[in-house]
């Protein structure tokens, strides 16, 4: 299944959601309606105006609960106690986290995200939170980084990206606030009961504690659907994410080390904050809680190795649990005893212009479904960036003017504009700095290194405040303005900024999976196809046949001319919303065409792929960095 249809999937699932919501808050409802009526009577008024105070409660509960998670996946993060990872750690452990982070983010075309550390949880596990990439959230427990080696760690993390990038999260986190409207009466009895018991024997308390029982087991509806709802949603994502994983890193030890670790080591993947754990147990790598059978959100923890180990004998974990019992292991130490050495490229990037040849089906096939070979490159990608700039791209301080400098022109004159530009809007010092560092860095960077270096910059960048943010984006807009031109490199970097930062201000916001269909965006099409078609090709007639190509996979039956819009690829600003709202199969056959057109000469230059990354990336089907072509 690829990610289009991940996608679809994951609509579907919240269909069934919302059923299930109904059934539960249906039954709740009647069992609220069956108290009141032994109570005191079954009036038709009454009963109407008891199922109204119950919908009314469970409403509001979820409601509240959706609109504390707001924030996206940091919310959850903190919620758990969460401590962030800061970009220029020294401590060992967290620089190996962060490492690995980046290096599958760069493969997988996503923006790097937010990571956080679970300090006071010995056991192994780990979650992604967030209404979409550009707000992500990955946290690992301190008992994941001490007892991990890399592989493990790799596995473990690859496997949190599956569902960054499927769709998961999104269904994830509304699942939280869903759920939460359902156990409401549950919650207000337990309280009732604690301030009822706290009364004693005053007039009163015994009725008192009576409707706080009453409503404890009315609330106990709620809160068994509410596990079942988890449970049926969780188990079959858990299972798809294990194979991505698999699938990406090329190897299936780490996975498999990490789950034997959680199997066989005292304090296994369950949390301390158990209260805590049990809303979001269906989002983490291991069961945080301990629930089985009907309830467990994770399938068999043999049953997930030995689908990594076929052989593998339940009997092993009592072995391992004996050994480790004795000398828990300790990641880093294996590392060294495995030979391990910090990633560092292997080849150089060539002059070539990293012309490439694929095919439309492989690159539909590559979205959000990264393979090793691309985390072999954004290794190399990563190794041959200068130390220099990885360096400001972790730096608070640095990364507005880095990021500015990228977009800054080599002419001298385009570039005094420029500053001119940016002095008025953040300030003389940031933007000489920007200047300095266009001159002095950025002017040599490879073309092919561009784009993922801004990616390693946007995690320190979303961390500065939404004034300064709203700033930088309304500098950059006037800097790829300066010269009464838009590059294609300035658009792809400056859009990429803005749908990021945007996401990343108000993620519940743009949260959804769109449901239109190819004939309802005809204009769209032809206009997106137009601007590709002209970007990569030198003359008109080529470049006609390239857009009859692409348009030809997305719309056979329609005769749409080709016709490059007057303001070049600016004009994509107007596509980008009603593109998005494809349905997710629709955006397969888009991204197919998109795809047809670029290749239509035999060769794909960075450029183009430049292109081809960014209209991914804002339209949410997240490219790896450098295409390939595969299963040749």
């Known amino acids: 299944m690829n990610f289009f249809e991940q996608q679809a999937a994951a609509r579907r699932g919240s269909t069934r959601l919302v059923v299930l919501f109904a059934l539960a808050v249906l039954g709740i409802v009647l069992a609220v309606d069956v108290a009141v009526a032994v109570v005191a009577g079954a009036s038709p008024g009454l009963m109407l105006v008891t199922s109204l105070v119950t919908l009314g409660v469970i409403g509001l509960g979820s409601l509240y609960r959706i609109a504390s998670l707001g924030g996206g996946g940091e919310s959850v993060a903190l919620q ?24 599958i983010a760069i493969a997988s075309g996503v923006p790097v995200p937010k990571l956080y550390v679970l300090e006071h949880e010995a056991a192994i596990n780990a979650f992604a939170a967030g209404y979409s990439p550009s707000d992500a959230v990955v946290a690992v427990t301190r008992g994941a980084l001490d007892r991990l080696n890399r592989d493990e760690l790799q596995g ?11 769709g998961d999260m999104r269904l994830n986190i509304r699942l939280v606030g869903v759920l939460f409207g359902i156990m409401m009466i549950a919650l207000i009895g337990r309280k009732v009961m604690v301030h009822g018991h706290y009364a ?27 596990r079942m709802i988890k449970a049926g949603v969780s188990r079959s994502r858990e299972r798809l994410a294990d194979a991505s994983a698999v699938q990406f890193t090329r190897q299936t030890a780490g996975l498999a080390g990490a789950l034997k670790k959680i199997g066989g080591l005292h304090d296994g993947s369950r949390l301390v904050a158990r209260a805590e754990a049990e809303e979001v147990s269906h989002m983490l790598f291991g069961d ?4 089985r059978g009907l309830f467990a959100t994770h399938p068999p923890l043999v049953e997930r190795i030995r689908a990594l180990e076929p052989g593998f004998d339940e009997k092993g974990l009592d072995a ?11 990641g880093l130490e294996e590392d060294v005893q495995m030979g391990f050495a910090p990633p560092a490229a292997q080849e150089r990037l060539q002059a070539r ?15 959000a479904h990264p393979g090793s070979d691309d985390y072999r490159r954004a290794d190399t990608l990563v190794g041959a960036m200068p130390p220099a700039l990885r360096a400001l791209a972790s730096d608070r301080e640095s990364v507005v003017p880095l990021l500015l400098g990228l977009l800054m022109d080599d002419r001298a004159e385009v570039a005094a504009g420029q500053v001119r530009a940016i002095s008025e809007r953040l300030g003389r010092v940031v933007a000489e700095r920007a200047r300095y560092l266009r001159e002095d860095s950025l002017r040599d960077l490879h073309p092919a290194l561009r784009l993922p270096l801004a990616s390693l910059a946007f ?3 979303r961390l500065r405040p939404r004034p300064e943010l ?17 590059s294609l490199f300035e658009y792809c970097l400056a859009r990429l900024l803005t749908v990021q930062v945007r996401e990343s201000l108000d993620p519940a916001r743009y949260a959804q999976v769109g449901r239109k269909r190819t004939p309802g965006v005809k204009r769209e099409f032809q206009v997106l196809l137009s601007v590709v078609a002209q970007a990569g090709h030198a003359d008109e007639a080529s470049a006609r046949r390239a857009y009859l190509a692409g348009l030809n996979r997305v719309l056979p039956r329609d005769h749409l001319p080709y016709a490059p819009p007057a303001d070049g690829v600016a004009a994509l600003d107007a596509v980008w919303q009603p593109l998005d709202a494809l349905d997710p199969l629709a955006k397969q056959v888009m991204v197919e065409a998109i795809a047809e057109a670029i290749v239509h000469d035999g060769r794909v230059s960075v450029a183009e792929a430049e292109l081809l990354r960014t209209i991914c990336g804002v339209l949410h089907c997240p490219l790896p960095p450098m295409l390939g072509a595969k299963g040749d």
């Not at 758990?80 to 800061?86: D, E, I, N, Q």
């Not at 029982?213 to 609330?219: F, K, R």
């Open 80 to 103: 758990l106690g969460g401590v962030p990872v800061p970009e220029d750690t020294r401590d060992l452990n967290l620089r190996r986290l962060r490492n690995v982070v980046e290096e």
């Open 156 to 166: 473990v993390i690859a496997h949190e990206f599956s569902h960054i990038l499927n």
């Open 200 to 226: 004693g024997r005053r007039e009163g308390a015994v009725a008192v504690i009576v409707a706080a029982l009453a409503a404890m087991l009315i609330g106990s509806i709620g809160l068994f659907f509410g």
């Open 288 to 291: 945080g809680v301990g629930f």
């Open 320 to 330: 391992l649990s004996r050994r480790w019992a004795a000398s828990p292991p300790m």
């Open 353 to 367: 212009g990293a012309e490439q040849v694929l095919r439309p089906d492989h690159v539909s096939a590559q979205v």
């Open 459 to 461: 995690p320190v960048l």
């Open 470 to 486: 709203e700033q930088f984006l309304d500098a950059s807009n006037a800097v790829i303005h300066a010269d009464g031109e838009v």
